[in-house]
């Protein structure tokens, strides 16, 4: 029972334009999301969050989008840059210092 | 400030034998985190613990795997007799004490274990 889906398995956009990475999660008891990026051979980097009181949360290129309603969740980063191909993975938790849940990641290509 | 460190980075076993994964959490966090991620899948949740205690460890499997954050030293990940289906990599966060709201964790580099 995959709680966290991430469908779409890559993304390829050009430098410059926009990327947006979606995410659903079907447990309704979630209520703080977190993007990780990845590159091979590392571990996870966070790249931002929010909470489930927030719709919107931004930091510089980052800006994540939540929809409680649809219980889904969207990374957008612009503009792109070739250092952003990667993996991001899109994790959830319940509460304070508990267990994430993560999805299978989407693999971002920026072509330059 | 360092960062969570994890070692080894890359462990080789033979069936049969026993694997440690170290952890040292960032300096100040207190909670650590065992997630596990097998090719092409995401991170699994494994263990949770605080300094000398087991708060979730929902994750790990039954058998021959094992936990423990002992009051002075890293964070310990043991899996004994060790089959090829334990090839993975495992990652190791840690968060500071509880918030009030959702903590971040920081991830380790991981340790790549092959079972041969």
């Known amino acids: 029972d995959q709680q966290v889906k991430q469908n779409s398995p890559s993304l390829s956009v050009q430098e410059g334009r926009i990327s947006i990475l979606n995410c659903d999660y079907t447990?309704?008891?979630?209520?703080?999301f977190l993007w990780y990026k990845k590159y091979p051979a590392e571990g996870p980097t966070f790249l931002i969050s929010i909470s489930s009181i927030k719709d919107k949360n931004e930091d510089g290129r980052f800006t994540v989008f939540l929809n409680k309603s649809a219980k889904h969740l969207s990374l957008h980063i612009v503009p792109s840059q070739p250092g952003d191909s990667a993996v991001y993975f899109c994790a959830a938790s319940t509460g304070a210092n508990s267990k994430l849940t993560f999805g299978k990641g989407i693999t971002l290509s920026v072509r330059p | 400030n360092a960062g969570v460190m994890q070692n080894p980075r890359h462990l080789v076993r033979r069936r049969g034998q026993e694997a440690r994964l170290r952890c040292s959490p960032m300096k100040g966090h207190s909670h650590v985190y065992w997630y596990r991620q097998l090719p092409e899948e995401g991170l699994k949740f494994m263990v949770y613990l605080q300094k000398e205690n087991i708060i979730d460890e929902s994750g790990m499997p039954k058998e021959r795997f094992s936990a423990e954050f002992p009051k002075e030293g890293p964070s310990i990940l043991r899996i004994q007799q060790v089959v090829r289906g334990d090839s993975a990599a495992y990652f190791c966060?840690?968060?500071?004490?509880?918030?009030?709201?959702?903590?971040?964790?920081?991830f380790g580099p991981g340790t790549r274990l092959l079972v041969l």
């Open positions: 447990n309704s008891m979630f209520d703080y």
């Open positions: 966060a840690s968060s500071p004490p509880r918030a009030t709201w959702g903590e971040t964790q920081y």
